[in-house]
């Protein structure tokens, strides 16, 4: 299970770390800030947008919160945010002196975003690579978290610079990928993936969503893409696949009325038990190393 980075064949696409990413590697080390009273930190990433990654962070964090644990959700995708939207949350956000306070989901999920600096939904948030990197880190440092049993980090897709700053600032015990089926053709997710690696953050495991479609009529499953190659993604890497969900056709309707976090499914289940399973896992061997 262990992201075996030396062994062979697991490294199909990338190259030795150059100079400035080793640079970069130990700035990060370096700069990253105290995780506070956040027990777990994991970003969910993708290779490209559009696979589902806002989606299964949402619900991920509402199974989680189904659990009775306190649950963040760190909207990360600065220029493209949408966790505000799928729990029906809008800003401002205030400051009473002890950092910004997040804003709370129906269920109690804490969740920041840049959505809420802008004045209507449809105004973009233009800024510049700077501030980009000053507002991550911002989120994370500048936020009043509190106790947290997990914060999940929704990531913008690919290798741009906000993955990079989130890496190199914020303590992230490891990472999880959503895939779709049609995904992998063009190999983006592997850069990001081997990014990831290269930085030197855990992957825990990858999710495959929109995996199949169930009958409307006879329920039966089917893999509209034919059987999924997910799982041998995750088995080139050496990490499991923490969960297949379906397609679910009300995903669109409850996002749309802000109301994600109603839904519940046992492929739902499924994942939130991997994805712990797999956290502790991984925190238990970085304290075994330190
Ligand atoms: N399992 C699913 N079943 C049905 N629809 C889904 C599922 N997962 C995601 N979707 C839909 O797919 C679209 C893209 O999902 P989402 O916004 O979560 O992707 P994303 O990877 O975060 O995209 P971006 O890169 O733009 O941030 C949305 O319309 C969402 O409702
Ligand atoms: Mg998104």
């Known amino acids: 299970m262990a992201p075996s980075g030396d062994a062979p064949g697991t490294r199909p696409t990338s190259v030795p770390p ?27 990433g993708s290779g490209k947008g559009g696979v589902g990654k806002s989606s299964v962070t949402a619900l991920l964090a509402a199974e989680l919160r189904r659990r009775g644990l306190q649950v963040g959700v760190l909207d990360a995708d600065i220029t493209g945010p949408s966790i505000p939207k799928l729990y029906g949350l809008s800003g401002p956000l205030v400051d009473r002196g002890e ?40 989120f994370f440092g500048g936020v009043n978290w509190g106790a947290l049993d997990y914060l999940l980090i929704d990531m ?61 009529h006879c329920g039966q499953r089917i893999e509209l893409f034919g059987p999924s190659r997910v799982p041998t993604v995750g088995a080139e890497y050496g990490i499991p696949v923490l969960g297949q969900l379906p397609v679910v056709p009300s995903i669109s309707e409850l996002s749309d009325a802000g109301r994600l976090e109603e839904l519940a499914s046992p492929e739902l289940a499924r994942l939130a038990d991997a994805f712990a399973h797999s956290v502790d896992e991984v925190t238990q061997r970085s304290v075994r190393t330190l």
């Open 156 to 216: 913008p897709p690919g290798t741009s610079d906000v993955p990079l700053t989130v890496f190199q600032t914020i303590p992230i015990d490891g990472m999880i990928f959503v895939l779709t089926p049609q995904d992998l053709a063009a190999l983006i997710v592997k850069k990001a993936m081997n990014m990831a690696r290269d930085l030197h953050v855990p992957l825990l495991g990858v999710v495959d969503n929109m995996a199949w479609i169930a009958c409307p």
């Open 18 to 44: 150059s100079a400035a990413a080793a640079r970069a590697m130990g700035r990060g080390v370096l700069q990253r800030m105290d995780k506070g009273r956040i027990r777990h930190v994991v970003a969910v």
């Open 99 to 138: 950092g910004i306070e997040p804003a709370a989901s129906r269920t109690g999920i804490s969740v920041v975003s840049s959505q809420f600096m802008v004045e209507d939904e449809q105004t973009p948030v233009i800024w510049r690579g700077p501030l980009v990197t000053r507002l991550i880190t911002q």
